[in-house]
């Protein structure tokens, strides 16, 4: 497995959930790691992204302000910090990577070439 997603769950609106994404492997190399949702019926969307060796991240404007992505360099895993949730927010989430020798962030699901295996987010109103 070369991206294990976890940290899902159920939780009420305006609650929090803390999704980690740990790479081993190949992935252990990407810079740019992001995370993305698909609701049923729906594609898949970006989240936010971090490009690790300089920390800049990028965030998708239904969850600026609300979610936090960041980067344990040490632990090769990546978190995304989920506050205020919304009912709207109820997907399954996946983290993925970018090949290692990109450093720029990207907003495509075509741009990532690694996927975890996606983890549930439920927010009831």
């Known amino acids: 497995v070369q991206l294990q997603a976890s940290g899902g769950g159920l939780v009420q609106a305006g609650g929090s959930l803390r999704l980690s994404c740990a790479a081993s492997?190949?992935?252990?190399?990407?810079?740019?790691m992001g995370w993305f949702r698909q609701a049923p019926g729906k594609e898949r969307e970006f989240v936010a992204a971090i490009a690790r060796s300089g920390g800049s991240t990028s965030y998708a404007d239904s969850v600026k302000g609300r979610f936090a992505i960041s980067g344990d360099n040490a632990e090769n895993t990546v978190y995304l910090q989920m506050d205020s949730l919304k009912p709207e927010d109820t997907a399954v989430y996946y983290c993925?990577?970018?090949?290692?020798?990109?450093?720029?962030?990207?907003?495509?699901?075509?741009?990532?070439?690694?996927w975890g295996q996606g983890t549930q987010v439920t927010v009831s109103s």
């Open positions: 492997g190949r992935t252990s190399r990407s810079n740019v």
């Open positions: 993925a990577a970018r090949p290692a020798a990109v450093t720029v962030i990207g907003y495509s699901p075509r741009q990532y070439n690694s």
